[in-house]
Structure formats: C-alpha cells, structure tokens
C-alpha cells in the first residue's frame, strides 16, 4: 500500500507537476470538520492551500505552507476545492482554483507567483464566464493553455442551460442531480483555452464530447463511464489523454483523442475504487516514468472528508492503453 506523501494535514486532489526539474504537487487541504455529508459536498469545507515538492517520487516531501487563504480572495465565500497550477510564457504560475462566490456559485478564480510553491497573490475577481469546479490546466507543445473544469452534483454542472454557462437554475444544485432517462445523453466536461497572459479565457466554453467505441457519446445512466468530476488531460506520443473521476461509481476512466477538444473515445479504468467516495488525481512525467497521484481516506480510517495524497507509477502497453491498477 502507497504510503500519503505527508501525514502532517490531510491533503486532496492532487494536481502534480514537473517544474524546473522538481515534482510540485498542487492539492487541496482537508480540514476536520462536524459538517454532516451531505451531496453538495458541504463537509469539504477548506479553506487554503498547501504547495508540495519532491526531487523525485519516493524523496523527502516538503510542506511549503500555506499558499493562499481563502479569507485573501476578495469574491470567496467558502470552499476553495481542487486546485491546478500551470507556468505561463512569462515564466510565472498561475494558480486556477474554484470556490464559491457570494451568491454560493461556484466560480473559478487564479492567483499568480514568482515561484511555483508560492505564495500566490489573486485576482481580485474570479475569471469571467468561468463556472463549476475541478479546473485542470494543461500547456500544449505549441504554447497553447487550456483549463478543463466541471463537476455534476456538487459542482453544479446540471445547473446550467448552455454549454458555455447560459442561466443558474438553483433548484437542480446538489445531488444526486444529473441528466438520466433511456437516450438521454450524459453531461460533459468543459475547456477553454487561455489567453495569453493566462488571466482569462479566450474563447467561449466549450463542452467536451466523449464518446463510446461506436464513436456514441456516453449516455446519462452509463455511470461505469460518463464524467461525473476532476478532469485531467496529458499528452503521450502525440496522443492527448482526457481522465476523470466516475464519482458515485468510484472509477478513475480515461478517454483519448487526437485534439485537445476532444471528442476523446472512452478507453478504460485507470484505478479501482479506493477507500473514500471521491476518487480524483493527475498524471505527470518525471525522470523518464510516468506517475499517478490520487488521494484515498486510509490515513483517516474512512472519514471521507480527511484525504491523504499518494502515487503510483502509470504503466502503458505497447498499444499506448493504460494498465489498469489497484489502490494497494
């Protein structure tokens, strides 16, 4: 069994990368809490951000502190959830993270830094347009940035009329709310491509297509497969490689393409269920090996709400498919 990467705080989502040679890992805090669980996800109440760092898997982790409060973000209200960083073309990083607005919305805000632990300063509104949760971004070969984000249930995807936000119906926030019924399709993540000083977006939102074998999107009650949250994209050998939890099935799936707009053609699990409902990671090259971090309650014996961070190496076949993998 993966030991956490630190036992000091409980530590979720991860969002790992290689920055100047370094592993820099980009979670979200899990704090104890008495909030019942509920299907809004009320019991994840954080409230800041902690920066983690390694030369490689297996050294010495160090905790850089806290990165950025909540309480400093002036359009926060509460819950800042899963964060990503990436390194924009002046060389900074820019931290994309969600929370709730003043109206209990969720929003996707960034924070800038000199330095890819922080700390990060915020824009003092959150990104226009920008709505749900789970942003993951991801810089192409070309230069080109993109953050995909959603989220069902809890993340409030059901909530919207249009592919690129339209109106907020509140009654549907919460869960279990999702499309379902014979035919009907299942509701899709969203990207957009950043401009270039990675402040905003630079087009309309998009929703992503993912789709079965027979080139089928996935349908609404397929829950082994459809999105449910904590979208990640990689690429490998000109392959762009879209993952994601299945939330109440506990699945991490992935799908692959050949843009990264998608559509992505379903292909797999990547890991089983692990102990804990949430199931969230990303994937990172390092030293020449590929590596998955996710995130498992073990530490806390089950508590959902009290997540430790760990990494497995990824393994591919010959065919560029990945081998799917147990938590232990």
């Given amino acids: ?27 979200s805090h899990d704090r104890e809490t008495d909030i019942e669980f509920n299907d809004r996800g009320d019991q994840y109440d954080m409230v800041d951000y902690h920066v983690l760092s390694m030369d490689k ?71 226009p347009g920008s709505f749900s949760i789970d942003p993951a971004s991801f810089v192409d070969e070309d230069g080109s940035a993109y953050v995909y984000f959603g989220g069902i249930w809890g993340g409030q995807l059901q909530c919207y009329s249009a592919p690129d936000g339209g109106s907020f119906d509140a009654s549907q926030d919460g869960g279990p709310h999702e499309p379902s019924g014979e035919g009907v399709l299942a509701l899709c993540p969203r990207v957009a491509k950043l401009s270039s000083d990675m402040h905003t977006f630079a087009e309309p939102v998009r929703e992503i297509q993912i789709v079965d074998e027979q080139g089928k999107p996935l349908l609404a009650d397929d829950h082994e497969r459809r999105f449910f949250e904590a979208s990640w994209m990689h690429k490998r050998n000109g392959v762009y490689y879209f993952s994601y939890s299945t939330g109440d099935t506990h699945f991490l799936a992935y799908a692959t393409g050949t843009s990264p707009y998608g559509p992505f053609t379903y292909k797999g699990k990547i890991l089983e269920p692990v102990v804990g409902w949430t199931t969230h ?30 990494v497995k190496e990824l393994v591919y076949n010959d065919e560029g498919e990945i081998v799917t993998m147990t938590p232990d």
């Fill in 57 to 127: 898997v297996g050294a010495l982790v160090t905790d850089h502190g806290v990165a950025l409060k909540a309480e400093d973000v002036p359009w926060v209200s509460k819950q800042v959830w899963a964060p990503d960083c990436a390194q924009g073309p002046d060389g900074r990083f820019y931290l994309y993270f969600p929370a709730r607005d003043k109206q209990g919305i969720f929003r996707l805000g960034v924070a800038v830094s000199d330095k890819p632990e922080g700390p990060f300063t915020p824009d003092p509104d959150y990104i």
């Fill in 281 to 310: 990671h990303s994937i990172v090259e390092h030293e020449g090996k590929w590596w998955l971090f996710f995130h498992d309650c073990e530490l806390s014996k089950g508590v959902d709400h009290l997540r430790s961070v760990k």
């Fill in 1 to 27: 069994m993966p030991a956490p990467l630190v036992t000091n705080i409980y530590t979720a989502d991860p969002s790992a990368h290689s920055f100047n040679g370094r592993l820099y890992v980009y979670p």
